[in-house]
């Protein structure tokens, strides 16, 4: 008698942080400007040139931080095929949705990738759908 107690109170409280649908579709909402954000090919373009700079830069640990690196609205311009106002008006996309930072040095400000934040969010969907459906 004292295991089925035992496991009738485990199954409550494991029900009690189940995932309903209504979570579920919070945790959408807050995963909608990410999707909006990288719903665009040429967001997806600065983000992939975003990389390549933090990439390229590492140190030889191999550990990159984004926030050490980054580029300016005229490097990323050359880099790819867009104007600087398509570029300016992008990254302020970009960075509302929580996925490019901005570091400003003397004048110039340098964007940079912050991907922890948009990572948990998006993983935290994931494990919320799986909860859910299985």
């Known amino acids: 008698m004292v295991h089925y107690n035992w496991f009738k109170k485990l199954n409550q409280r494991r029900k009690a942080h189940m995932t309903t649908p209504q979570k579920l579709q919070e945790q959408f909402h807050r995963c ?3 999707f909006m954000a990288l719903g ?3 967001r997806l373009s600065i983000i992939e040139v975003l990389t390549q700079e933090a990439f390229n830069r590492r140190p030889a640990s191999g550990e990159i931080h984004f926030e050490d690196h980054g580029l300016n609205v005229n490097e990323i ?3 790819t095929s867009l104007s600087r106002p398509a570029i300016s008006h992008h990254l302020k996309i970009l960075k ?5 930072g901005v570091r400003q040095e003397g004048t110039a400000n340098y ?3 912050t991907l922890r934040e948009s ?3 998006l ?10 459906l299985y």
Not at 96 to 100: K, Q
Not at 123 to 132: T, V
């Open 32 to 34: 909608m400007p990410l």
């Open 40 to 42: 665009d090919e040429m």
């Open 77 to 79: 311009t050359r880099r």
């Open 96 to 100: 509302d949705a929580g996925l490019v």
């Open 111 to 113: 964007y940079y990738l």
């Open 119 to 121: 990572n948990r969010i």
């Open 123 to 132: 993983m935290e969907l994931g494990y919320r759908l799986e909860e859910f």
